[in-house]
């Protein structure tokens, strides 16, 4: 992938909870040059489908094939919109609720695999670090849970 087409890493695989990281090093170890191969290898596109053309990027990247700006932008905002999405899901609907009532954790920013977070109330080192490791279970292990 060309350093100037390289996107920050991000969630790419949202269902299995796989960055472009691990799924770039999938298609390059592997020469993969088909989604099926990689679903196989992976597991990269094995749920849902949302991820496909962000895969079909990857791929195309990896192998040095031409991808259309239109097309990297609309792979950016579907990601951007699904990885909030899944991020939200797992922190409000999974986690907040099994934390002490005393605790109240606010969700700031996903930029990438960069999720900051704010605790309102009940800030303690230890509610942040099962805050954090939860997080990364559940949406995915490469993520930077950081709280401001």
Request: with cysteine; proline share 3%; hydrophobic share 50%.
């Amino acid at each position: 992938m060309a350093a100037d087409k390289r996107a920050m890493a991000r969630l790419s695989c949202r269902c299995m909870g796989l960055s472009s990281r691990v799924v770039e090093a999938a298609v390059r170890a592997h020469d993969v040059r088909e989604l099926a191969v990689l679903a196989q290898l992976s597991g990269a596109g094995s749920g849902c489908g949302t991820c496909h053309p962000e895969l079909l990027e990857i791929i195309a990247d990896v192998l040095g094939a031409p991808v259309l700006e239109a097309t990297r932008r609309a792979n950016r905002a579907r990601c951007v919109s699904e990885t909030m999405r899944r991020v939200e899901a797992a922190l409000f609907g999974a986690i907040a609720a099994r934390l002490p009532a005393d605790v109240e954790v606010e969700l700031v920013s996903v930029e990438g695999l960069r999720v900051e977070l704010h605790l309102a109330r009940g800030d303690r080192p230890e509610i942040r670090a099962l805050v954090a490791e939860r997080l990364c279970k559940l949406v995915c292990t490469e993520l930077q849970v950081v709280f401001g």
